[in-house]
Every structure is written in C-alpha cells, then in structure tokens.
C-alpha cells in the first residue's frame, strides 16, 4: 500500500521508526510536512507571522496529489487541531483514504479522537507493532477482531478495542529510524537526533510518562528499556557517511540512568564515532564517574529539568525528590569536566509559591548553568497535574473537555487566564533575569532586581527575553541557537521560493547514497531465520 505520514513543527521519532517498519514489509511510504513557522509549539509563536507562512493548504493538496491508501498522524495536545483538521479535509477530497492517528494526545484521550468519524483507527501506547497489524487489517479489506493497542470502527458504527499490551522489551528486534523521509524538510548536515533507550523511571506529574507507562493491562512489562550499544552505534555510523552531521542529540528521557551501558557507550561511541553531542539526563543521575565518561566521550551539554527550587513544593506537588543539594553536587560535577548544564526552569507552575523564583535566582547567582531554558506550565490531558488542578479548583470540567480536544492547550503561555496579573509580570521579570544573569559577570548579576523589572508591561519582557536569549546564543555560536536559525532562515527561503514557483533543494545534503539498512547484519540474518521458520509452521 502507499502510506503518508503527515508531520508539522519537527521530526518524530516515533513516525521515523513506523516509517521503517512499513518500508520492511513492503510498503510505499513518504511523508507531507508543515514547517508550521512562527507557530512550532515550543519556542517561536507570533500570530501574524504565523499567519503568513502558513502552508497548511499545501499540505492538503500535497496529500491530494499523492493520494495515499493510508495517511497517519501521530499528534501531540498543541498539533492535535491541525492535525484534525488536515485529517478531516483529506476525507473530504480522498474518501477511501483510511486515517490512523496515534501519539501522546490520542493515547491520553483515544475514546474522544477515535469518535470523529473520519478517523478509522486509534493506537493507544506503542504503536510498534499495533501498527502492522493495523495495516494488515486495511491491507485486507477491513478488521472485526481486536487489535491490541488499538481502537477502530466497524462499519454499524461500534468501537472495538484491543488489550493494551505490554512495552516491547527488546528494542534489538525493531529497526533503526527511518531518516530519509526526513531528508527534504530536515537539516541533518548540522544536527541529527536519536534515541538508546524507551522510558523514564520518574513520573513528574506534568509529564505524559505519569499516565503512561501504567497502560499496559499486565503489570510486569518493564517501561525503561535500552537498545544495544551496537545495534545504537550501526544506526550512527550510517548516519555519519550520509550526513556527515557536526552534533548529535540524544532525546532519551534520562539517558545517563543506567551506569553499566553508559560506560560501553562511552567507550566506543568515542572510537566509533567521534562526534560531539548532546543528552536530555536528570539531577539524580549525574556523579563524577558520569560527567568524566560524558566528558571523555565528546558530550559538550546536558539539559536537565530542574523546574522549580522549592523542594517541599517539588516533593508534593510535581513528584519530584530531588533537592538544591543534588543540583547544586551535580553542576559541580558537569563544571569540573567541562560539561555545560543547560537548566529548565518552569513558570506558572499551579500552587507553588511566588518566592520560589527569588530561591531559583540566589541558586543561579552561585551556580550559573551555562544557559536556563525557561518553559511555561501547560496542563496536558493524561497528566496527574491535570488531575491536581481540577481536584484544586484551578479548572473545571469544562476546562478540561476542550484540553482533551485539543483547545486551550496553551493556557498558561498565551491566554494566561489562570495567572494573576501582578504575579505573570513577576514571572515574566525572572523569567528575563535568568536569561541575563548567566550571560553577565557575578558583579552585575546582583544588582538585577525582580521589583524594578516587574514594572516593565509584560509583553514587553517577553519580548525582551527573546531578544536576550537569542542574541546571546548566537554571541556563543550554540549551535542550539545557530541551528535554529538555519532552520528558520531556510524555511523561510524556501517558503517564499514555492510561491514564486521556484524549486529549491532539499535542507539536507546527502553525502554518501549509501544503502539504508534498517538492520544490522546480524539482526537481518536473526529476522530471516524467524520469517522463514514462521512460513515453515504456517506451511
């Protein structure tokens, strides 16, 4: 079948790895891509921008022109709109077209997206191998017996639901990611992204992992789970001779958590690859032997939430126990070995005290991280916090049915209906401090004062913390912040380029055309024995 994955904002990994499992068996399969400029749901939002550069039209008769059998969307809460909507059109110009949605959002809520009647099928959790099966089921002409992970519509209107299954635990048997439907809207030539492992031991209650990894019906399927070091280094190597890529960014949820596989890693990822990268790790797994194998092994920064500086709020509220000590022994550790911490930091966060910031300021002031990457409280459908607000008060049952569709995701960064007034322009005054003070010298970092800025009207602070930040960054050649300004640049060229009719290559180069193996050699040669063996019994 021809297959059509539709993606805005960013590559999904979880998309990339579905894409490599439907080429194996056989599928055609590409992909439709919204750069969603001015609106990527993270950093850069500014409605009249937005506007502009919006190619959601495009998207549609792109989708149109290919005419897939299946089109897929994997949505989180701030895409799931969109997503809707591309889904809903798509149905009207291709009604044979069979829509399946997965992801975060559609696991959180799957009775609520799988009622829209033009989606046909909803995976709830890993979608691995939920999704064969499903396009087996469309493959054949339809489905009445469950799916696991899954829930679909048979044709007097019922809703069938499969068992939730447990996690895969042995990530060796799935294919390495499926980069080059990628290749034309991403820039790998600069940064490329990966994962080594499946899972967070740590259930902070604003994340999705507090829901989860509680779904599968049978308790004893591990949720942290790790590839091999080798099958993990194949995939990179790959990558190199294609893309020749200048960093590498681990989007493990804590990837310094286990200390024996980190060691090999270090090892041969130094002698193998030799790249500089990034990690996404936790306060509570950084020590010396840690930070010396990061350094070692060429990791130039990890980003760390931190959250809040309030440990007793910390504790109750957000599920997290770690306290000022452990961050404070862990930036010592990451400065010893040259390691730079980037720090998130949230603001909004429901019921924690206001003092809370000048505590985070103090801390900042004796231990500045290279960077605080600051972030605003969203309250996400699934999430314990979600729960705790509307257990509190703080949102109603109404408020709640339009997160779940999708709506007022964003309360807290635009709408900020839920924070008083005088308290936003106290967030938004340490909000602009923290990205001052850990670009000034101690001296002036002193004199910064939350009272004198909180005079300043709040968009204004916004938009001097923009400013600051990316000014900053640039000042350094981050390559976090040069990287995102190629992206943007591009796209930008690129946008008004379609306009005019003029094509324009694609953001990658690719540098050796070598052939994409999804398996490593020995994994290819166990997967063939296990398919012929399969044919044998079927036979």
Not at 164 to 179: E, Y
Not at 211 to 218: D, G, K, M, T, V
């Given at each position: 079948m021809h297959i059509t994955f539709v993606g805005i904002g960013w590559e999904q990994l979880g998309v990339s790895l579905l894409s490599a499992l439907a080429k194996e068996q056989g599928h055609e399969v590409d992909l439709v891509f919204s750069v969603s400029l001015f609106n990527d749901r993270c950093h850069l939002t500014h409605d009249f921008l937005s506007s502009a550069f919006d190619d959601t039209q495009s998207v549609l008769k792109e989708i149109e022109r290919r005419r897939p059998d299946v089109?897929?969307?994997?949505?989180?809460?701030?895409?799931?709109?969109?997503?809707?909507?591309?889904?809903?059109?798509?149905?009207?110009?291709?009604?044979?077209?069979?829509i399946v949605f997965g992801g975060v959002h559609s696991t959180a809520v799957p009775d609520r997206v799988i009622a829209n009647p033009e989606i046909d099928y909803v995976c709830v959790g890993e979608g691995d191998i939920a999704f064969l099966e499903i396009l087996k089921a469309i493959d054949q002409g339809g489905q009445r017996n469950p799916i696991i992970n899954t829930r679909f519509r048979l044709?007097?209107?019922?809703?069938?639901?499969?068992?939730?299954?447990?996690?895969?635990?042995?990530?060796?048997?799935?294919?390495?990611?499926?980069?080059?439907?990628w290749e034309d809207h991403m820039q790998y030539n600069e940064t490329y992204i990966?994962?080594?492992?499946?899972?967070?031991p740590y259930r902070c209650?604003?994340?999705?992992?507090?829901?989860?990894?509680?779904?599968?019906?049978?308790?004893?399927?591990?949720?942290?789970?790790?590839?091999?070091?080798?099958?993990?280094?194949?995939e990179l190597k790959i990558a190199k001779k294609r893309y020749n890529f200048k960093l590498v960014e681990f989007f493990d949820d804590v990837f310094t958590l286990n200390?024996?596989?980190?060691?090999?890693?270090?090892?041969?990822?130094?002698?193998?690859?030799?790249?500089?990268?990034?990690?996404?790790?936790?306060?509570?797994?950084?020590?010396?032997?840690?930070?010396?194998?990061?350094?070692?092994?060429?990791c130039r920064s990890a980003q760390i939430g931190v959250q809040s500086m309030d440990d007793e709020y910390k504790k109750r509220f957000l599920n997290r126990s770690e306290t000022i000590y452990d961050v404070e022994k862990a930036i010592k550790?990451?400065?010893?070995?040259?390691?730079?911490?980037?720090?998130?930091?949230?603001?909004?966060?429901?019921?924690?005290?206001?003092?809370?910031?000048?505590?985070?300021?103090?801390?900042?002031?004796?231990?500045?991280?290279?960077?605080?990457?600051?972030?605003?409280?969203?309250?996400?459908?699934?999430?314990?916090?979600?729960?705790?607000?509307?257990?509190?008060?703080?949102?109603?049952?109404?408020?709640?049915?339009?997160?779940?569709e999708g709506h007022n995701f964003d309360t807290f960064t635009r709408s900020n209906r839920l924070i008083d007034p005088d308290k936003l322009r106290t967030y938004k005054a340490y909000e602009l401090i923290f990205k001052?003070?850990?670009?000034?010298?101690?001296?002036?970092?002193?004199?910064?004062?939350?009272?004198?800025?909180?005079?300043?009207?709040?968009?204004?602070?916004?938009?001097?913390?923009?400013?600051?930040?990316?000014?900053?960054?640039?000042?350094?050649?981050?390559?976090?912040?040069?990287?995102?300004?190629?992206?943007?640049?591009?796209?930008?060229y690129r946008f008004v380029m379609n306009k005019l009719s003029i094509k324009v290559p694609g953001g990658t180069k690719i540098l050796d055309n070598i052939e994409y193996g999804f398996y490593p050699p020995k994994y290819e040669k166990q997967i063939l024995k296990e398919e012929q063996n399969q044919v044998l019994t079927e036979a």
């Open positions: 089109l897929v969307f994997s949505p989180i809460s701030g895409t799931y709109r969109w997503m809707l909507h591309v889904a809903k059109e798509s149905k009207r110009s291709l009604p044979k077209v069979k044709p007097d209107g019922n809703i069938i639901a499969g068992k939730q299954d447990g996690f895969i635990q042995d990530l060796d048997s799935l294919p390495i990611f499926d980069k080059t439907i990966t994962m080594g492992s499946r899972g967070c209650t604003f994340c999705f992992n507090s829901f989860f990894a509680n779904l599968p019906q049978e308790s004893s399927s591990g949720y942290v789970r790790y590839r091999s070091v080798d099958h993990l280094l194949y200390k024996k596989w980190l060691k090999e890693f270090a090892d041969k990822y130094k002698k193998e690859i030799g790249v500089s990268y990034q990690i996404f790790t936790h306060i509570k797994c950084i020590d010396e032997d840690v930070a010396k194998w990061l350094s070692g092994s060429g550790f990451m400065d010893k070995y040259k390691i730079r911490a980037k720090f998130d930091h949230m603001f909004g966060l429901p019921l924690e005290p206001i003092e809370a910031q000048e505590k985070a300021k103090q801390f900042y002031d004796e231990y500045p991280p290279y960077r605080v990457q600051t972030y605003w409280v969203n309250l996400y459908p699934g999430t314990e916090m979600l729960s705790q607000c509307h257990k509190e008060g703080i949102i109603t049952d109404e408020e709640i049915d339009r997160l779940e001052l003070m850990v670009n000034m010298p101690r001296s002036l970092r002193k004199k910064l004062n939350a009272q004198v800025i909180k005079k300043l009207p709040a968009s204004i602070c916004g938009a001097l913390t923009f400013i600051v930040d990316l000014v900053c960054g640039l000042a350094k050649f981050d390559i976090d912040h040069t990287s995102y300004a190629k992206y943007y640049l591009y796209h930008m």
